[in-house]
């Protein structure tokens, strides 16, 4: 543990600071503004569970394969050069789901916007490590991993409103990205980055740290963080919502937010938080607090004890990401820097990917009664991360 306090500024009126929030609040978009909408999307287009679990996969599946590569060109051609397109691709390929196609349709379009977005928050992180170091870098990533809760908090909210209108309206608020993007075209500044070696080197330092020991302890709480989150909450607790307590899209989107506002409240703190533990402490706490909350939705029998287990996960998640960011952005120098977040947001994204069609396909598989399975599952993960989360904190403590 460490014990070092400072006061540290913060450059809220920067406009690169400010580019860099806006990024972050697009990226996490993708998801969570439609996730209250999935019980819904089955009777507009007739279709299953596993179905509509792959509104979530199409979107996310590209992240898996891209985002390495997209850390790589922004390495090689510049982080502008990256991200500005990414932000068009977004809004475009969003918004045209509100146009009201075919299923396939849809699912076609969520593919490319998830190429947009699979890129957005990688280099939003990669530019905190670009301009800021030390304590401040800390401060800032926590700023905006407080930015992206607080944001993520009034999508499922304001998905389940706009839905209230009519089911397409929510992917219409996508092009919001084609705001953003024609202000960062003028506002977004890019880094001084030291010259990047050969390709046959750098390729080979990127590979070299990807597969350092610490570096796969990384890989790995990243993807179970996003399969957990994506998986256990955003699809089979938005099922269980609507099917065993009967809430609409709305009230479901209400709950949701909970996750959001307990990960904003306590991103905002983790400048502080920092002082006092280690980042692998805090990921290990983190996982403390993901199975304490699968365990008590698991348990509880209301939609209002529920809804405070949702803040627990929310608290883990607010010390996990900020954790694992600057875990990453640390490890490496500049050069290799967007590289490494490309690779840990491809973790991200493969969680993202996996969570939902796992938690669907097993319950739907597996057991005569999906909810059963559901049920079962978020025993299962629950009890599993809060015994591997405590025992890898203890372990960690008595070795500092």
Known sequence: MTSSRARVDIPWTSATFQSVLACSLIGVMGVPLISPLLPDLRAVFGISDAQAGLVITAYTLPGVFLTPFIGLLSDRLGRRTVVLPLLFLFGL???GIALEPSFRGVLALRFLQGVGGSGLMVLAITLIGDFYDGERRNTVMGINGSAIGIGAAAYPLLGGALAAMHWNVPFAFFGLSLAVGAIALFTLEEPEIEDTPAMRTYVSRVVSAVLVPRALGLWAAAFLTFFLFYGGVLTALSLLLSDVHGLSAGQIGALFSMVSIAN????SQYGRISHRF???ELVALGFVGFGVSLLGIWAAPTPILISAMLLCFGLGFGLVMPSLNTSVTSLVSG????SMMGVLTSMLWLGQTVGPVAFTSVAS????????GYRLLLLFWGTATLVSGGLVFLALVRRN
């Open 264 to 267: 904003a409240s306590i991103a």
């Open 335 to 338: 050069e290799l820097r967007a």
């Open 365 to 372: 598989a597996a057991f005569d009664d999906p909810v059963r």
């Open 278 to 280: 280690e980042p692998q």
């Open 93 to 95: 390929a969003g918004g």
